[in-house]
Nanobody, 121 residues
């Protein structure tokens, strides 16, 4: 069974950057589509970005496209989320997950414990 451990969250000023990491054990990240999701206070968990099993394709939710970049290091079995141009709406707990498509949307199979990102204005 895969275990996912996120790191890299913190407090950053609006306009700043953070890079999240998700270290996987129990499964190689290249065996799964790997995604990032987030949950803001009082809201549902939503899709942010995903990188395909092959690493050839990436997908982003509209609000982060052009600001966030998902990537993968197979040698480290780790998935990353580089976040630039952060704003208050990006404040959330960010979760790494193995992912799949159901009914045309990206959903998660297995979750990490999450890492808090807080953007101060």
């Amino acid at each position: 069974q895969v275990q996912l451990v996120e790191s890299g969250g913190g407090v950053v000023q609006a306009g700043g950057s953070l890079k999240l990491a998700c270290a996987a054990t129990g499964r190689t990240v290249s065996d799964s589509h790997m995604g990032w999701f987030r949950q803001a206070p009082g809201k549902q968990r939503t899709f942010v970005a995903v990188i395909s099993r092959s690493g050839s394709n990436t997908y982003y939710t509209d609000s982060v496209r052009g600001r966030f970049t998902i990537s993968r290091d197979n040698a480290k079995n780790t998935v990353y989320l580089q976040m630039n141009g952060l704003n208050a709406e990006d404040t959330a707990v960010y979760y790494c997950a193995t992912s799949k498509v159901e009914a045309g949307i990206w959903v998660a199979d297995s979750w990490g414990q999450g890492t808090q990102v807080t953007v101060s204005s």
